[in-house]
């Protein structure tokens, strides 16, 4: 069974941090978003991963290549983004032999029973309720949990259950059957070629899709559900192994990076460090910084910090009497 990994997205609503390293390579909770998504495959057995890239692809290929040495890869390049169902389609040659695959979107933290998705006996869509389901796909669904009809973000849904971006597929032939339809007749939905819509011509064909609620869903596209990801995350896997604190305070949750240089400082909670920082005078909260950053002399709440930046502040000597009240923007 291969995992396709489509990671072709420029990340624009996380804008100006994807103009220099794709959103999939972001850190949180001491990982980066895609190392979430193939160990989560990996510590469930599978192997075989195909990655279907476009922006920056380079970086990412550089990335998995480096951190998973062991596990079978192809890439695939998608050189105009024109939706999901267009980036299985490009994808097909390294799966079309395939009995059944896995689809995850590159850009989105799950936490489910994997052994039990895998395990259903028939096509399956992740599914959790949403409070708007007009911004995403939406599942209509029999008492069966069989799916009757999909819809890509709706003017006015019927459902509150949205596609999370996890698909189990074991009618190849027949996935490929619809999504050639669609592109050949260009049938797509708001201007692009949806895997909705390849799916929903599989049901009228009278393929049998079910539903699998995940635990917990987290779509890493803006700034605020980022760090609000890394917050949920730290509680599980934060870590402060692997960097050097000098005259420091560390307060949990955090993840730490290897090779960081902490000194002076308050760090935490809800921070996630990537590699190679440095951090002097500073004190960080409920932030995420990139690798090789440099910060002193600063106090940071709910900030994204990229790679390689370097920022300081004021430096300041204070002589305050008693019973003095001093705010300091």
């Given at each position: 069974?291969?995992?396709?990994?489509?990671?072709?997205?420029?990340?624009?609503?996380?804008?100006?941090?994807?103009?220099?390293?794709?959103?999939?390579?972001?850190?949180?909770?001491?990982?980066?978003?895609?190392?979430?998504?193939?160990?989560?495959?990996?510590?469930?057995?599978?192997?075989?991963?195909?990655?279907?890239?476009?922006?920056?692809?380079?970086?990412?290929?550089?990335?998995?290549?480096?951190?998973?040495?062991?596990?079978?890869?192809?890439?695939?390049?998608?050189?105009?983004?024109?939706?999901?169902?267009?980036?299985?389609?490009?994808?097909?040659?390294?799966?079309?032999?395939?009995?059944?695959?896995?689809?995850?979107?590159?850009?989105?933290?799950?936490?489910?029973?994997?052994?039990?998705?895998?395990?259903?006996?028939?096509?399956?869509?992740?599914?959790?309720?949403?409070?708007?389901?007009?911004?995403?796909?939406?599942?209509?669904?029999?008492?069966?949990?069989?799916?009757?009809?999909?819809?890509e973000k709706p003017k006015i849904p019927k459902s509150n259950q949205a596609i999370v971006?996890?698909?189990?597929?074991?009618d190849i032939p027949l996935l490929l059957e619809c999504l050639e339809y669609n592109i050949?007749?260009?049938?797509?939905?708001?201007?692009?070629?949806?895997?909705?819509?390849?799916?929903?011509?599989?049901?009228?064909?009278?393929?049998?899709?079910?539903?699998?609620?995940?635990?917990?869903?987290?779509?890493?596209?803006?700034?605020?559900?980022?760090?609000?990801?890394?917050?949920?995350?730290?509680?599980?896997?934060?870590?402060?192994?692997?960097?050097?604190?000098?005259?420091?305070?560390?307060?949990?949750?955090?993840?730490?990076?290897?090779?960081?240089?902490?000194?002076?400082?308050?760090?935490?909670?809800?921070?996630?460090?990537?590699?190679?920082?440095e951090i002097h005078n500073s004190i960080l909260s409920d932030s995420i910084v990139g690798?090789?950053?440099?910060?002193?002399?600063?106090?940071?709440?709910?900030?994204?910090?990229?790679?390689?930046?370097?920022?300081?502040?004021?430096?300041?000597?204070?002589?305050?009497?008693?019973?003095?009240?001093?705010?300091?923007?």
């Amino acid at each position: 069974m291969k995992v396709i990994i489509p990671a072709a997205g420029i990340g624009k609503r996380l804008r100006p941090h994807t103009y220099t390293m794709p959103k999939p390579l972001i850190p949180v909770a001491g990982k980066t978003i895609i190392a979430f998504i193939i160990d989560k495959f990996v510590d469930a057995g599978l192997d075989d991963f195909v990655f279907v890239l476009g922006y920056m692809s380079e970086q990412i290929e550089e990335y998995v290549d480096q951190h998973y040495p062991n596990i079978k890869k192809t890439y695939v390049k998608q050189p105009k983004r024109l939706g999901l169902g267009h980036a299985i389609w490009t994808a097909r040659a390294a799966f079309k032999d395939d009995e059944e695959i896995i689809v995850m979107l590159g850009d989105t933290i799950l936490e489910l029973d994997v052994a039990a998705f895998l395990n259903s006996s028939s096509s399956c869509l992740g599914i959790r309720k949403v409070n708007d389901p007009r911004l995403f796909g939406v599942v209509e669904y029999d008492e069966g949990g069989v799916v009757t009809r999909l819809v890509e973000k709706p003017k006015i849904p019927k459902s509150n259950q949205a596609i999370v971006g996890l698909y189990k597929i074991n009618d190849i032939p027949l996935l490929l059957e619809c999504l050639e339809y669609n592109i050949s007749n260009k049938v797509k939905t708001h201007g692009e070629y949806h895997l909705t819509d390849g799916l929903m011509g599989m049901i009228t064909k009278g393929h049998k899709i079910t539903t699998f609620e995940v635990v917990n869903w987290y779509d890493c596209g803006q700034k605020e559900i980022l760090l609000e990801t890394n917050k949920v995350l730290l509680k599980r896997y934060g870590n402060t192994e692997q960097h050097q604190i000098k005259d420091s305070i560390i307060i949990p949750p955090v993840a730490i990076g290897e090779d960081c240089e902490i000194r002076h400082s308050i760090i935490g909670p809800n921070v996630t460090i990537a590699n190679n920082a440095e951090i002097h005078n500073s004190i960080l909260s409920d932030s995420i910084v990139g690798n090789y950053a440099n910060i002193k002399d600063l106090i940071l709440d709910k900030s994204l910090i990229g790679n390689d930046v370097v920022i300081s502040g004021k430096r300041q000597t204070l002589n305050i009497g008693d019973n003095n009240q001093l705010e300091l923007g």
